[in-house]
């Protein structure tokens, strides 16, 4: 069973920056997908950002293009999601999650994920 665990969130000033870690324990595949989401209190949980375990294709919803960006370790296991000018707006409760499709991660439909990290922007 894959376990992925997220790393890195804590209290940041608006304007700063985070970088988010999400090791795998394992993955079965040679070929998959990993993607950061978040959920605020109140809100739907909303997809983030996705990268294919190649590293050839990324994608970023709208709410995030050009201040975060998406990465992928494949000897480690690990993804990363650099955070930066980071705004209030942007505290909420950020996870991975992975799965062999991409398509999948994109839709929130993927097979594993990770139990979250706080990311809180406040002066």
């Known amino acids: 069973q894959v376990q992925l665990v997220e790393s890195g969130g804590g209290l940041v000033q608006p304007g700063g920056s985070l970088r988010l870690t999400c090791a795998a324990s394992?993955?079965?595949?040679?070929?998959?997908?990993m993607g950061w989401f978040r959920q605020a209190p109140g809100k739907e949980r909303e997809w983030l950002a996705a990268?294919?375990?190649?590293?050839?294709?990324?994608l970023y919803a709208d709410s995030v293009k050009g201040r975060f960006t998406i990465s992928i370790d494949n000897a480690k296991n690990t993804v990363y999601l650099q955070m930066n000018n980071l705004n209030p707006e942007d505290t909420a409760v950020y996870s991975c999650?992975?799965?062999?499709?991409?398509?999948?991660?994109?839709?929130?439909?993927?097979?594993?994920w990770g139990q979250g990290t706080q990311v809180t922007v406040s002066s």
């Open positions: 990268i294919l375990s190649t590293g050839g294709i990324t």
């Open positions: 394992e993955w079965p595949l040679r070929n998959y997908a």
């Open positions: 999650a992975g799965d062999r499709l991409f398509a999948a991660v994109v839709k929130a439909e993927a097979e594993y």
